[in-house]
């Protein structure tokens, strides 16, 4: 399985970014997308996934309501639809994908993602 993260920048407090995902290499109906941000001197954080299967979606506890995962199965792409964007989201956004009951195991590479106050 490859990755490959887009969308990252500056943005201001408030605004609202996309973040993109292209997955390649196998079918995918048996794994979960998911999408990890780590700040600096930070631990990475899950910001939540989508089961490609069926496109239900879990969110970390903070962030529900202001984030969106969802894919386009036609382009094999995920997206992470961000609002309300604050200077504590401000990380390396990462995409990744697992099995089921597996780890995540294949990684994008990061797309940064600055907020300015």
Known sequence: VQLQASGGGLVQAGGSMRLSCAVSGRTFSDYVMGWLRQAPGKEREFVGSI???????????????????????????????????????????????????????????????????
């Open 51 to 117: 089961n490609w299967s069926d496109g239900s979606t879990y969110y970390g506890n903070s962030l529900k309501g202001r984030f969106t995962i969802s894919r386009d199965n036609g382009s094999n792409t995920v997206y992470l639809q961000m609002t309300s964007l604050k200077p504590e989201d401000t990380a390396d956004y990462f995409c990744s994908a697992r099995r089921y009951g597996s780890t995540w195991s294949y990684w994008g590479q990061g797309t940064q993602v600055t907020v300015s106050s």
